[in-house]
């Protein structure tokens, strides 16, 4: 019979020769496993935090650079153990996870947010100077310019001076009401689905999920079209939210993520951009922001 | 305290009436909830597919129009009832799921075909001639032209003459090993994450799921990098795939789905490009391909 297993994705690992090219292909993987040393970067545990589920952890990148008073707040609700035993209380399939206080609107059943602050200005965007932008050579329609910026998928327009992190696959942004002030990252969710990046410059994003995605991904979804759950048990606990920091160093979980201002990074980038293997039979010469994965690994010993 | 829910698409059903504008703007949610009953196509039961799970069921239309010779042999293994106790045995996160026979390399262990082909050209594009094609206004790096075929997410070249479906969540496409015509239709998957439009035009696509689509998504994730599980028990069992046409009408799901060519699915789009509503700061004025909903819904009665 005849083979008909997906092979997508590591479909062929060997390089192929291009007859008229000086180098040949290499794959996405393959400039990663010969990445040197210095095109990795640790986590910081003080920018950093774990989100302890029953099933496991989930590793959470912070984004001071673009929200730096949000995330000043969510070190304080972290440190104050804010979320210990709060919940997943949405999940939209194709949309988002959303965790924090299911009371948090209502007087009296709300947790209190203890030295926590309670108001902060919105921080949709930044001025873009300053900012180290690597910039894919491709554009979308959502943005003049997107690039990573420390790690994180991000856009930024030259005419108004400024740039603001996208809507990829898993980041986490600070949800609010209709003010655009009325967010102060104690109810936060991540993106599960298609980029939603209609939310882009409207939202304050506060970081992404480094490791873990897979147990945000797969929470029972609740009811269309919001997702919030009628039954409260149906909700995911949340054990505790941690600054990585303020975890044992024996507790903490080693890891490294690859440095977007690396030139590993961008070769892995434009080796995805036009796959030249046995599988592609048209690469596409673009690829969408969202599209590029930025590689995590245990450190290497040694 | 501040209310911080995170009050996304939904947040202003509410119509606001712009001062300088001709009418008032109506949410892509108004706009449906205003369509008349022609904007809607009841599912055609000879090419839709329920996949039967433990869950409850995945309802798929097949794209005859794109893969004729995959459909009718999906058709010929849902007929002879091929996945029938098979399993989803691979879940890659924000990639695929996917689903047929695992042993489907293995001689002696392989499960029969039955009377399907085992041998079918590729069709990843076909002749854009003779296709309604109602393009979107947007475009994308992947495509020169891309929008929406019989109700299907596509894209379309007209230098080349040629038109595919697009990777979009949802979307089914037949895996394949090397050869561009090494698939069948037996073995299948699903997109469950950002849309990998780098695998358009390189892999025959065969449907869409039109409802069920979180029983896929919240699947548990196999092992990086690609998600085959090591120990078959993690399997997801296939109770039945069969054709709608093929199931007792009492058994059968009643399903409209908007019609892309009407009125109504352009509004909404054009609504979803714009949002003008008390949430949203900065109406996008774009939409991706694959950020358009295809709306379904139950038969209304009378």
């Not at 949800?175 to 936060?188: F, H, K, P, Q, Y």
């Not at 689905?193 to 490791?211: A, F």
């Not at 919030?228 to 995911?236: G, I």
């Not at 592609?280 to 690829?287: C, V």
């Amino acid at each position: 019979m005849p083979a008909t297993r997906l092979a997508l994705a590591c479909a062929a690992l060997l390089a192929c020769t291009c007859a008229d090219a000086a180098t040949p292909y290499r794959s996405a993987q393959q400039i990663l496993d010969a990445s040197p040393a210095s095109a990795w970067r640790t986590l910081d545990p003080a920018r950093t935090l774990y989100m302890e589920l029953d099933a496991g952890r989930v590793i959470i990148e912070l984004a001071p650079e673009f929200a730096p008073e949000h995330v000043a707040n969510i070190r304080t609700l972290a440190h104050e153990r804010f979320w210990d035993g709060l919940s997943i209380y949405r999940a939209q399939d194709n949309f988002v996870v959303q965790f924090g206080d299911p009371d948090g609107e209502e007087p009296g059943k709300a947790k209190s947010l203890g030295s926590a602050r309670t108001h902060l200005p919105a921080e949709f965007h930044r001025p873009a100077a300053g900012l180290a932008f690597d910039r894919l050579p491709d554009s979308d329609g959502w943005a003049p310019e997107v690039g990573f910026v420390a790690g994180f998928p991000a856009a930024r327009d030259p005419k108004k001076g400024t740039a603001w992190l996208a809507h990829c696959y898993g980041m986490l942004g600070a949800g609010r009401n209709n003010a655009d002030d009325s967010s102060i990252g104690a109810e936060l969710y991540v993106v599960i689905g298609q980029s939603p990046r209609q939310l882009d410059d409207n939202i304050t994003v506060v970081g992404r999920v480094v490791q873990g995605m897979e147990l945000l991904s797969t929470i029972r979804r609740g009811p269309p079209p919001m997702g919030f759950y009628e039954d409260p048990a149906q909700r995911t606990q949340i054990r505790a939210i941690r600054l990585a920091s303020e975890v044992p160093e024996t507790e903490r979980t080693p890891l490294q993520v690859l440095r977007t201002d690396s030139q590993t990074f961008r070769d892995a980038t434009e080796a995805r951009r036009n796959r030249v293997d046995d599988f592609y039979k048209r690469p596409a010469g673009h690829i969408d922001l969202c599209n590029v994965p930025v590689p995590v690994r245990a450190p290497t010993k040694g």
